[in-house]
């Protein structure tokens, strides 16, 4: 390790790149619209959040030119108090390269994770789907970063999401494809591959490589 690293600051400022206003205006009636629909009780009012849903709806499908009837679905099958999602991502160092894996749906390279699952804790959310998707098994352990999906310069989706970057060790297993990905490898910083930044970014994984370096650093957020 070394400590003369030129290392950013604590919280790096959010990207340049951000969801566009009718985006982020879309999300927040879609999540008016469902916790009106998880509280209310009068009929008339729970008619009036449906209206708002279907708005909000309308506004994602003329935004993206999709269909306005399969996302009304999607934000139908949300229920209850509208929170982010969790989304997370597993560093694994091993000799100064960090590991990525080769997703199916796009061709491009990221940190191994995912959306948690319900009664995981965030330790074996990530062990878990770097098990699943590299074949390695890993162990948690410190919590590098905790984003704000929106302000970091990944393409717009539906719904809000924090992004949880967990430091693991390499404990064993062996490189191994799945049903999600179709490559696995480690890569140094210099050098990495065209990534899927649906899933993470370049200044992230280099981020990542900071606290590699400067293992003393502060988790980040934002």
């Known amino acids: 390790m070394t400590d003369d690293v030129d290392v950013p600051p604590l919280r790096p400022p959010p990207s340049t790149i951000s969801d566009p ?9 879609a999540a008016v619209a469902q916790n009106g629909l998880a509280y209310a009780t009068n009929p008339f009012d729970l008619e009036r959040y449906q209206l708002v849903r279907s708005i909000a709806a309308e506004m994602l499908a003329a935004g993206w030119a999709g269909d306005g009837h399969l996302i009304r679905g999607r934000l139908e099958r949300e229920v209850g108090h509208a929170t982010p999602k969790v989304d997370v991502r597993g560093v694994v160092f091993r000799d100064g390269q960090v590991l990525l894996v ?5 061709g ?4 191994p994770g995912g959306w948690a699952d319900v009664y995981d804790s965030p330790s074996e959310a990530v062990e878990r789907e770097i098990y ?4 390695y098994r890993t162990r948690a352990r410190r919590l ?4 704000d999906r929106a302000r970091h310069g990944h393409p717009p989706i539906p719904f ?3 992004k949880a970057f ?5 404990v ?3 490189p191994a494809a799945s049903m999600e990905t179709d490559g696995v490898g480690f890569f140094p910083e210099t050098a990495l591959p065209e990534l899927s930044v649906t899933r993470v970014t370049a200044d992230q994984i280099h981020r990542m490589f900071a606290h590699y370096y400067q293992p003393d650093l502060p988790t980040d957020f934002d």
């Open 160 to 162: 809000h999401a924090y």
């Open 172 to 174: 064993g297993g062996a």
């Open 144 to 147: 590098l970063a905790l984003y």
């Open 102 to 106: 080769k997703e199916r749906a796009d």
């Open 132 to 135: 699943e998707e590299s074949g």
């Open 108 to 111: 491009g390279w990221t940190l």
């Open 166 to 170: 967990f430091l693991c060790e390499l």
């Open 21 to 29: 206003k009718w985006l982020k205006w879309a999300k927040r009636l």
